[in-house]
């Protein structure tokens, strides 16, 4: 029998403890006696003990998975500030504990700074003096980041020292890579995706596979209702990165400069050739119709994941791991996934990984940056980040990540992630997202928006489109002036 590696081993106590957690959120939600339900308690509460066991023993300890070991003596410290919470922090902690266990010169602090847009409000009030020697960021980022003066690439690590990174898929390389400099080194992958209720979609007689445009999604969405399986058919995400995927699906840039791949961005082209306008009266005509769920200013994100959640709304488009993660906390249906649907058949461009990355940061101390490389390198090897795909239901960053034992076993599990790795095989390199230095700002104006043409009947399609450019011109123009390309 083949030997199963530690990371295996982890992977596979925490998929069973999850799929037996949403078995038993499953039988709880169903009626029966008062004796059938006290059984359920007592078994709900023997997994929970399971859980906690399982845990325990898989972290070498009592304390629970996201706590940071013992300090290291007289080790080097290597500070990460990262904004992974719940399984993101838990896996990656377990990481960091073991690449500490695993050496004896340099010992990895792990700090959570609270969500990527506070972890990146600090860091850019933090002297540099005081930053971590790690970053861990969200690609939004990425454009302030290369600006600045407070990073090194990975690619002069990668170059001076021979590093085989050549298994990263092309699409993730090419998204984090500005004239064949690869900026960080990628450790988490999304893409854009369709969730769905599996049983509500069935028993509608839904082929899910029939699903490749969002006029096949929405057909799909008013059987699902007509047939009383849900309240609502479907609804989206809705934020500048959402917006962005439809972009390089359409083949256009949303900014000049190749997106600011080939010089600093100076203004938003996204509808110079009427694709904005496109994407917007699409997405206008469908979710304004009776049996979809809209995502207006009135209506959160957190709305509409929790109406997913719950079974009142059947599909989601948005990130394949934002769902994948909180699928224990559904307790009446069977999650499945599908790649985004395009917006019509004459699109030319496709759409782009999303995620994020670490970074290392330039605070003049070799033997640190040596440090920061080192957990790098470990954080890169197969199994790890099979295992923290696995963990967190990410996609994997690498071919030897996705073909990883911990991973494959995940694969079974869960074979709908195959079809999110399809999508990615199928981007194109040249159709990767922006990059420049106020993103921030696009994806809080394409949101406000996106949401008021959905909710005041006098602010259309292209009003919101309108309205977007010429604010976020503003912005770029502030940005420029302060930051000269």
């Known amino acids: 029998m083949k030997k199963r590696s530690k990371w295996f081993q982890k992977a596979v106590a925490v998929i069973c403890i999850l799929s037996m957690m949403v078995s038993l959120a499953a039988c709880g939600s169903s009626g029966g006696s008062a004796e059938e339900s006290s059984k359920e308690t007592a078994k709900q509460e023997e997994a929970e003990t399971l859980q906690e066991t399982n845990v325990a023993e ?17 080790k080097v410290e ?11 922090e838990e896996a990656f902690t377990q990481i960091v504990n073991d690449f500490n266990a695993s050496q004896d010169k340099y010992y990895v602090v792990s700090e959570f700074q609270g969500s990527w847009y506070d972890s990146f409000a600090k860091f850019k009030a933090t002297p ?30 990668i170059d001076s020292e021979g590093f085989d990174v050549s298994g990263m898929q ?17 450790l988490s992958v999304t893409m ?18 029939s699903i490749k445009t969002i006029a096949d999604l929405d057909a799909a969405a008013k059987k699902v209702v007509d047939a009383g399986e849900a309240k609502y058919g479907w609804s989206i995400l809705s934020d500048g990165w959402q917006v962005e995927e439809y972009m390089c699906l359409s083949g256009d840039p949303t900014f000049d400069n190749n997106n600011g791949r080939q010089g600093q961005v100076t203004r938003c082209v996204m509808n110079d050739n009427g694709a904005a306008d496109t994407i917007f009266n699409t997405f206008y005509e469908y979710l304004s119709k009776d049996y979809n ?38 307790e009446n249906f069977t999650l499945g996934q599908i790649a985004a649907p395009i917006t019509n058949e004459e699109v030319t461009g496709s759409f782009s990984p999303g995620g994020n990355g670490v970074w290392m ?10 440090g920061a490389w080192e957990f790098i390198k470990y954080l890169w ?40 790795w399809q999508e990615l095989e199928e981007c194109k390199p040249e159709y990767v997202g922006a990059v420049f230095g106020s993103y921030y700002d696009f994806r809080n104006i394409v949101m406000d928006a996106f949401g008021q043409m959905f909710g005041d009947e006098n602010f259309g399609p292209e009003d919101a489109v309108e309205r977007i450019i010429t604010q976020i011109d503003e912005t770029i123009e502030l940005y420029n002036e302060a930051n000269p390309g």
């Open 192 to 209: 854009l995706s369709v969730s769905y209720n599996k049983e509500a979609l069935e028993n509608a007689g839904v082929d899910v596979n």
């Open 78 to 88: 290597i500070t990460v500030w990262h904004m992974l919470s719940g399984v993101g």
């Open 381 to 420: 090897q197969d199994e790890v980040m099979g295992y923290y795909a696995a963990y967190t239901g990410y996609t994997p960053v690498s071919t030897g990540a996705y073909n990883s034992q911990v991973y494959t076993e995940f694969r079974e599990k869960k074979p709908f992630v195959e079809a999110i």
């Open 361 to 370: 940061i330039d605070k003049g101390d070799e033997e640190k940056q040596k």
């Open 170 to 186: 092309e699409n993730i390389r090419s998204l984090y890579t500005i004239d064949d400099t690869l900026y960080c080194m990628p």
């Open 128 to 157: 540099k003096e005081s930053l971590p020697d790690i970053y861990q960021i969200v690609v939004e980022c990425m454009g302030y980041l290369k600006d600045s003066d407070y990073v090194i690439p990975i690619q002069d690590y």
């Open 58 to 74: 898989e972290t070498g300890g009592g304390e629970a998975a996201d706590t940071q070991e013992a300090s290291g003596g007289d």
């Open 293 to 330: 769920y809209p995502p207006t200013t009135t209506i959160a994100s957190s709305d509409i994941t929790t109406a997913f959640l719950t079974g009142d709304l059947a599909m989601l488009v948005g990130s394949s791991q934002w769902i994948l993660k909180q699928e224990s906390s559904i």
